[in-house]
């Protein structure tokens, strides 16, 4: 299990991009790293977002959903070096809905649709069990067997789930890499199996923490890449 310390802080908002930045991504002061060049084969990320009450309330680990600006701006730092098969989706606990977004090329057109799903679906229901969108999120894997797979899940992990052990067993069974971005300190490392990583988020950490996790999944199978130490 590879623990990657950083956290998400409340009340600050991204701003967009610095034009002509160049290979190393910067917003507002944090540094993402290198995105390298493209895979030589086939790849696929999907980001999975809690959306309950205990993230997107008041007193939540992400009450202004700072998350999905920081997941963007990952995502467009690896557009600038695209490659039309190195494919992102996007699915939400409460899959499916609107905001999911089917696999499309981490490119510059492709941030559109990628977009599309990075805020609270209008339909969603804020759902706290992982099992439905995990089966969709399986299903999407599936669906590119061609591809390497990495599942992206960005929740605090207080699962609902009629046995939310069973329900962490089955996403460490995931076909490919599984990336666990526990947003608050509810749940420690040992809770999860040896083979997903684990970032702890915490609320009250500097800005960039959520890219950064996001990033390292992106760039980890792309030549040449590298992620900016926090400090």
Wanted: charged share 20%; aromatic share 4%; net charge neutral.
């Amino acid at each position: 299990m590879t623990l990657l310390p950083s956290a998400l802080r409340p009340g600050r908002l991204l701003g967009p991009a610095p034009a002509g930045g160049g290979d190393r991504a910067s917003v507002q002061g944090f540094r993402l790293g290198s995105p390298g060049a493209p895979a030589s084969f086939p790849t696929l990320l999907i980001c999975l977002f809690d959306n309950s009450g205990s993230v997107i309330s008041p007193t939540g680990t992400d009450p202004l959903s700072n998350r999905f600006a920081e997941v963007e701006h990952a995502f467009r730092a690896v557009a600038r070096r695209a490659a039309p098969h190195e494919l992102g989706a996007v699915l939400h606990f409460d899959s499916p809905c609107r905001g999911d977004v089917a696999p499309v090329a981490i490119s510059r057109r492709g941030l559109v649709s990628l977009r599309s799903g990075l805020a609270v679906p209008s339909d969603g229901a804020g759902s706290s069990c992982l099992l439905p969108s995990l089966r969709q999120a399986v299903r999407l894997t599936e669906a590119h067997p061609e591809h390497a797979s990495t599942l992206v899940v960005l929740s605090d992990f207080l699962l609902m789930d009629s046995d939310p052990a069973a329900a962490l067993a089955e996403l460490a069974a995931f076909p490919g890499e599984v990336h666990a971005v526990v947003l608050g300190s509810w749940m420690g490392a040992d809770a999860f199996n040896e083979r997903i990583t684990v970032t702890p988020i915490e609320r009250d950490d500097p800005p960039g923490a959520v890219a950064r996790a996001l990033f390292a999944s992106l760039v980890a199978r792309r030549p040449g890449s590298s992620v900016a130490d926090p400090r």
